[in-house]
């Protein structure tokens, strides 16, 4: 018997956009010979089964059922296509824990702690690997621009600290700036993290797990574009960066980078595909963890489907080895 898949996609931020692309590519290179796939998209509006003649169902959420030509659909699993909040968050994985369907992600306590970048960078310090130095900022007892200046050196980064796609986030090169920055940032999220920058070069890198073997997918260098002062949105959608994969960088460095990806995705306890960005710092020859992405973006465009097909794998294959990875979980 095909098993029911839910290829659940969209989300309440500005990262939905984001989140239908992912969903494209992965509905488009799910195994159809082996499953049905039911493209759900949860918005500001619903939760929404949309059948191919562009019928729009409401899925109930008591059992995250839909009906489709009559028929009750219930899902075996489910395939989580959406970025930022509820999918990437922990938020969608409780309920999917408390309904016992399995899903390819990490679960709700990895997502909620990767999701909040400053508790994620604590994590990783407490483990051993190399982060930033950073002020973390409440709304309900923000610090003044002077206090935090006081405390790091600059240039800093300025980032909302549960956002993504680089939404909300500024470089900030001297205490002046640092306040609008700050509010900037604000505006996106009620807590932000300021983090001082490092220098060196920038990798990133897709690990997953399958029949208990962690793999970690060929790294990629990125390289936002001479007019950006860092990977933003611009240079991250908008084709203004160059990513090579898989990057051209000594044994040496990659070495370091994979053995810190290996143990990051053992201490967080994740699950199905990440992606963790890493800052290779030369001056103390160490790789930086920047953040982990959990539901990683799965656009034509995007990193992790380039590294896999670096390695002359199908997306097909790829996809398969995650679903049957949930489904035995
Ligand atoms: N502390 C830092 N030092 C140097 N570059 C940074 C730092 N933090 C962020 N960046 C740059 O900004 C980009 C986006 O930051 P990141 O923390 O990965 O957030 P996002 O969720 O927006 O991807 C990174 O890819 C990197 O280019
Ligand atoms: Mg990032």
């Keep these: 018997m095909k098993k029911n898949i839910a290829l659940v996609t969209g989300g309440f931020s500005g990262e939905a ?7 494209t590519t992965i509905a488009a290179n799910l195994d159809a010979s082996v499953y049905n796939v039911y ?13 191919e003649s562009g019928q729009r169902t409401v899925v109930d959420k008591n059992d995250f059922s839909l009906i489709a030509d009559g028929k009750k659909i219930l899902f075996d699993a489910a395939f989580i296509a959406l970025h930022g909040t509820p999918g990437e968050d922990g938020k969608l994985q409780g309920y999917f824990d408390t309904l016992k369907i399995p899903y390819t992600s990490c679960d709700a306590a990895s997502s909620a702690i990767t999701f909040n970048k400053r508790y994620a960078v ?5 483990a051993g690997i190399s982060v930033a130095r950073s002020v973390h900022l409440f709304s309900h007892s923000p610090l003044s621009a002077a206090e935090v200046a006081a405390t790091l050196k600059f240039p800093v980064f ?22 609008s920055a700050i509010d900037k940032a604000f505006a996106e999220d009620n807590q932000v993290l300021v983090e001082e920058m490092v220098q060196g070069r920038e990798f990133t890198v897709g690990v997953f797990r399958s029949k208990g073997e962690i793999t970690v997918l060929p790294l990629t260098e990125v390289r936002a574009h001479a007019d950006k002062a860092f990977f933003d949105f611009e240079a991250k959608y908008q084709g203004k960066s ?30 199905g595909v990440v992606r963790i960005d890493f800052i290779y710092e030369e ?47």
């Design 39 to 51: 493209k759900i998209d949860i918005n500001n509006e619903g939760w929404f089964y949309e059948t």
């Design 283 to 329: 001056e103390s020859a160490s790789p930086f963890m920047l953040e982990i992405n959990t539901i990683p973006g799965q656009s034509v465009a995007s990193i992790v489907p380039q590294q896999v097909q670096s390695l002359g794998w199908s997306l097909k294959d790829f996809y398969t080895k995650l679903v049957e990875e949930a489904l035995v979980s």
């Design 158 to 179: 300025v980032k909302p600290n549960n956002g993504g796609s680089s939404i909300g986030m500024s470089k900030v090169d001297e205490a002046g700036a640092l306040q």
């Design 242 to 271: 160059d990513e090579t994969t898989p990057a051209v960088v000594s044994e040496d460095i990659a070495d370091k980078i994979r053995v810190a990806a290996r143990k990051i995705y053992e201490v967080f306890n994740l699950r």
């Design 17 to 23: 956009v984001i989140s239908y692309r992912t969903a």
């Design 122 to 126: 604590a994590v990783a310090k407490m």
